[in-house]
């Protein structure tokens, strides 16, 4: 990307202002003229230019360029998101745009031109598990060490594509509410009004200790029986394999779709796959991939 700013000398006397970047992280800044002159009132005109270096892709890196001078100073911040596969970064309900996709048909929107390629982790099951625990406050706020809550403690290691925790009930006077934290920071909540299909999802997560804690806001009884799941996708790993189609070029801004289908029957239950394409030697980050097998399939 280039753009231009104009620098004006609001003193009294002829200064010059030399230019430097903060931050930026893994973005390559140029700025040119990299020094100006100016009179007193005088304007010049400076060109920009960002490129991505070894920024991650589809992620913002902040920073500012600044120009300084002997008595005057001025700084502009900025904020730059290398395009991979997805021009948005949140779709209109605040939700990573794009990364969650069906393998019998997803789609990407790459920011490049050319010829690409893709692998796949193949599919790994989503493990679930039954439990029951007391019933809270009818109606009550979410609050961790309340009864009504229980808490799932599990460990990301480095290199994860993405987590998927989920949960669910049989019950229909029931509902559930799902959170996840890493620490003390809430990472993602599901709690939509009268569903118990609760699911909340980290794309490339950070590694460590994560908590999903699931909610009866409105208990069904005095025990509520539910059912919880999570599926940890390893980035590097290579699970039962499966077959990744996808054209062979690229054209930036242009959808193009894809398919991810297993190579042998899979076992009933839900499965999760990690994509990732490569452009010109650079690898970008793909999309988290869903399939089910039913019994009835």
């Given amino acids: 990307m280039t753009l231009t700013r104009t ?3 609001v003193g009294k006397a002829r200064e010059t ?3 430097s970047v903060s931050g930026l992280n893994g973005m390559k800044v140029t700025v040119t003229p990299a020094s100006v002159t100016l009179a007193p009132g005088r304007s010049a005109t400076v060109t920009i230019t960002l490129r991505r270096g070894s920024a991650p892709w589809d992620r913002y890196v902040t920073g500012s360029i600044g120009w300084r001078g002997k008595a005057h100073s001025a700084r502009i911040p900025v904020a730059a998101r290398p395009w991979g596969i997805m021009p948005r970064p949140y779709g209109d309900d605040g939700e990573e745009f794009g990364r969650m996709t069906s393998g019998a048909s997803g789609s990407i929107q790459p920011g490049f ?5 893709g692998r796949s982790t193949g599919y790994t099951p989503m493990q679930r598990t039954s439990y029951s625990m007391p019933a809270g406050v ?3 706020v979410f609050d961790p060490g309340a009864a009504g809550v229980k808490k799932f403690d ?3 290691p480095a290199n994860t594509a993405g987590i998927m925790v989920e949960t669910n009930t049989e019950d229909p006077n029931t509902n559930l509410d799902l959170y996840l934290y890493k620490g003390d920071t809430l990472i993602y909540s ?7 299909a609760e699911q909340a999802y980290k794309f490339l997560p950070e590694p460590g200790r994560y908590t999903a804690y699931v909610f009866a806001q409105f208990p069904g009884g005095p025990v509520v029986d539910f059912q919880f799941g999570h599926a940890i996708v390893g980035r590097n790993a290579k699970y039962p394999g499966a077959t990744l189609t996808l054209p062979s070029t690229a054209e930036r801004g242009a959808t193009q779709s894809f398919t991810l289908k297993p190579n042998k029957p899979l076992p009933e239950g839900d499965f999760w796959a990690y994509t990732e394409y490569s452009h010109d030697g650079a690898v970008i980050p793909g999309n988290l991939v869903y399939t089910q097998q039913s019994s009835w399939q």
């Fill in 138 to 140: 009818y109606g009550g």
């Fill in 190 to 196: 599901s709690d939509r009004f009268w569903t118990s």
């Fill in 154 to 156: 599990f460990t990301v």
């Fill in 7 to 9: 620098l004006t000398n």
């Fill in 17 to 19: 202002y030399r230019s």
């Fill in 113 to 117: 031109t050319g010829r690409f390629a």
